[in-house]
T-cell receptor, first 112, second 117 residues
Framework: GDSVTQMEGPVTLSEEAFLTINCTYTATGYPSLFWYVQYPGEGLQLLLKATKADDKGSNKGFEATYRKETTSFHLEKGSVQVSDSAVYFCALRSLRDYKLSFGAGTTVTVRA | DAGVIQSPRHEVTEMGQEVTLRCKPISGHDYLFWYRQTMMRGLELLIYFNNNVPIDDSGMPEDRFSAKMPNASFSTLKIQPSEPRDSAVYFC???????????????FGPGTRLTVL
């Protein structure tokens, strides 16, 4: 079945450092791919998405490119801030149904 | 829009008691999802509805769990009897079928943190 594997954390960075979180997927066909972010005590929020190969999703300085050849959707940000401290989830949705398959989540802590 | 509303935000109960979690989706959304989040198992989909009808309940862990959606603006997730291993954060999410491509965003509620003693 469909599945997502993402880099295990926790990840601790200094402000203005470069962040990358790896995400790979297994799915039939061409799923839509998402990154969700969960701030402490809150629900998940969509950060960015991509629906076809070579699409680049971007938001709030974060970027991820849908790579079909490597079945990957790695999240990157060039200069993190303390406010980026959160748990990040990679997810996919196949076109067969409306279920999202989530990765395990990566906890990111940014220190001032 | 108020977003997805869940109640209660926190629930502490004793083993064997009945627990009811509530969710109000975003108005106009016709899909509703219930998820459970734990440290051990991460984020799991329990069940989802379309137009108030359960579509897939394969994630419901056992018969102690049941979910209903009596109308488009309200859903419940019930656990009876509750057990300590049910302790988790339960999220409700909703979305609308605005495209056929499947890139519709799911909007999550703030969650209910359940503790079963």
């Amino acid at each position: 079945g469909d599945s997502v594997t993402q880099m295990e954390g926790p990840v601790t960075l200094s402000e203005e450092a470069f962040l990358t979180i790896n995400c790979t997927y297994t799915a039939t066909g061409y799923p839509s791919l998402f990154w969700y972010v969960q701030y402490p005590g809150e629900g998940l929020q969509l950060l960015l998405k991509a629906t076809k190969a070579d699409d680049k999703g971007s938001n709030k300085g974060f970027e991820a490119t849908y790579r079909k050849e490597t079945t990957s959707f790695h999240l990157e940000k060039g200069s993190v801030q303390v406010s980026d401290s959160a748990v990040y989830f990679c997810a996919l949705r196949s076109l067969r149904d409306y279920k999202l398959s989530f990765g395990a989540g990566t906890t990111v802590t940014v220190r001032a | 829009d108020a977003g997805v509303i869940q109640s209660p935000r926190h629930e502490v109960t004793e083993m064997g008691q009945e627990v009811t979690l509530r969710c109000k989706p975003i108005s106009g959304h016709d899909y509703l999802f219930w998820y459970r989040q734990t440290m051990m198992r991460g984020l799991e989909l329990l069940i989802y509805f379309n137009n108030n009808v359960p579509i897939d309940d394969s994630g419901m862990p056992e018969d102690r769990f049941s979910a209903k959606m009596p109308n488009a603006s309200f859903s419940t997730l019930k656990i009876q009897p509750s057990e300590p291993r049910d302790s988790a954060v339960y999220f409700c999410a909703s979305t609308s079928d605005v495209t056929a491509r499947g890139d519709n965003e799911q909007f999550f509620g703030p969650g209910t943190r359940l503790t079963v003693l």
